[in-house]
């Protein structure tokens, strides 16, 4: 009976021992995850960073942006700078304000300072040399006119890592002179061409010898093509081939060589300087055989009390006007028997301007009929009377600075200005006026018919292209 009872004791213990062991097993098991997980996120505790150097990173996350941000918007800022002074340049560009009744067009198209230009002898072309290293030929059909071409035709060409301070076309338009900048040369260089009859670019044919005169300040070509002139700072000129031969040296004793010139005729050589005189020698060649023959002196232009800056002859090679630091011009008739000791005859000798004269700035030009005088000073240009020696016009400063060349064209129907990167263009009305009341003047005093049927012809003639410009003072 006892035994049955124990066994029952032991039935009931061991069937509450089974929940109790799964319990403590759960527990267990549940300890051992907790445990883990707590061990695991205390492991990738360890391996991020913390709260401080998150925020840190942030900080600097946000700093870089900052510092992005901040690059992008100078970038942009600087970027619009350069825009609008890109903007401001255009409208410096655009905006050349300046005006004249008598300016015709403006040629525009070198990007450095312009030194030098000239025209052709069959003045179809006008060349233009620059700081740039490039010349430019411009066609004169498209500007010497009153309804200059909207789109001027130029071509740019090239010189190779020189450029040329002074610059002339051969007599026959085929080559271009130019004293070389960095080289201290002469060089002939050959105008090639396309088949379309465009220029295509310079090909150099030789360098005229090196003298020991020292810089060549002055530069000139006979209209023939028989000789080069150069003229050098110790005052001396030279005469040279077109292949290059010495032929003949001029002493000037004129103590500093202000302005030396080969005549359009090709006959004369003249030289001005310190000296109040203008000497002009007469080149010699021989009839027969067309060689070099000889250089003597012709004849002086004297009656000036001081230097003289520059001088001018007439297309025509007949009159010559002289201007020196006495503030004075002299108009000479030129076509006289020199050798027979016949001296030039004076025209007209008249104050021009009323200030000092700078010689580095002075220059003159002479129509063909000598009757219009035009002069370049301290950036302004003078029209006078080569008859009365009256001032008609003033144009006050055509250029920004100074100007480095004052031309007439081939008919003086037009005044070129040429400094800084442009070139003005303006119509010589004054010089038609000035010629229209000559004639009429000489045409009050002829006596004869043949004389007066001729001066009224010419008259007409003036008139009528006087009449059909529309570029005048009064406009």
């Known amino acids: 009976m006892n035994r049955p009872k124990e066994n029952t004791e032991d039935d009931s213990s061991s069937s509450l021992a089974g929940p109790v062991t799964v319990a403590v097993l759960f527990g267990g098991a549940l300890l051992l995850l907790i445990l883990a997980l707590f061990g695991n996120k205390k492991s990738n505790n360890a391996d991020d960073p913390s709260l401080e150097e998150q925020a840190e990173d942030i900080v600097k996350g946000k700093g870089k942006k900052v510092k992005s ?124 061409k396309k088949p379309d009859g465009h220029y295509a670019g310079l090909q150099t044919v030789l360098d005229l010898p090196t ?111 002289s201007l020196s630091k006495d503030k004075t011009f002299r108009l000479y008739d030129i076509n006289v028997e020199y050798k027979k000791k016949q001296d030039a005859r004076l025209i007209q000798d008249a104050i021009w301007t009323t200030e000092d004269v700078d010689v580095t700035s002075t220059q003159v030009a002479l129509s063909n009929d000598s009757r219009c005088i035009v002069i370049a000073t301290k950036g302004n240009v003078s029209i006078l009377s080569g008859v009365d020696g009256s001032v008609k016009a003033v144009i006050q400063s055509p250029l920004t600075g100074p100007i480095q060349k004052l031309m007439l064209d081939p008919s003086s129907g037009y005044i070129i200005t040429i400094g800084g990167r442009l070139v003005r263009v303006f119509r010589n009305t004054i010089g038609y006026e000035i010629t229209i009341a000559t004639l009429k003047d000489k045409l009050t005093y002829a006596t004869q018919d043949s004389i007066s049927q001729r001066l009224q012809q010419q008259l007409e003639d003036t008139q009528k292209v006087l009449s059909a410009c529309k570029y005048h003072l009064t406009a």
């Open 69 to 192: 941000e901040s690059a992008a918007a100078a970038a942009e800022k600087e970027r619009e700078q350069r825009r609008a002074a890109a903007g401001q340049n255009q409208k410096g560009k655009a905006k050349d304000t300046f005006a004249h009744p008598l300016l015709v067009t403006t040629l525009r198209g070198h990007t450095g300072e312009i030194c030098d230009g000239d025209f052709s002898a069959n003045g179809k072309y006008l060349v233009t040399s620059s700081e740039d290293r490039s010349v430019h030929i411009w066609t004169c059909a498209d500007f010497l006119s009153d309804d200059p071409a909207k789109e001027i035709r130029h071509s740019r060409l090239n010189m190779d890592y020189d450029h040329a301070v002074l610059v002339r076309f051969s007599p026959d338009s085929k080559a271009l002179l130019g004293r070389m900048n960095n080289d201290n040369v002469v060089r002939v260089l050959k105008l090639n």
């Open 211 to 321: 003298t020991s005169h020292g810089e060549i300040v002055f530069m000139d070509i006979n209209c023939n093509g028989k000789f080069i002139m150069t003229g050098y700072a110790d005052t001396q000129i030279c005469l040279w081939s077109l292949k290059g031969n010495l032929l003949a040296t001029i002493v000037t004793n004129v103590a500093t060589l202000h302005c030396a010139k080969v005549s359009p005729c090709g006959r004369f050589v003249a030289a001005s300087g310190f000296t109040p005189d203008v000497k002009v020698w007469e080149v010699n060649f021989e009839k027969s055989s067309g060689d070099f023959h000889s250089v003597e002196r012709a004849f002086e232009l004297k009656g000036h009390s001081a230097g003289i800056p520059c001088f001018a002859f007439s297309g025509d090679s007949t009159h010559m006007v």
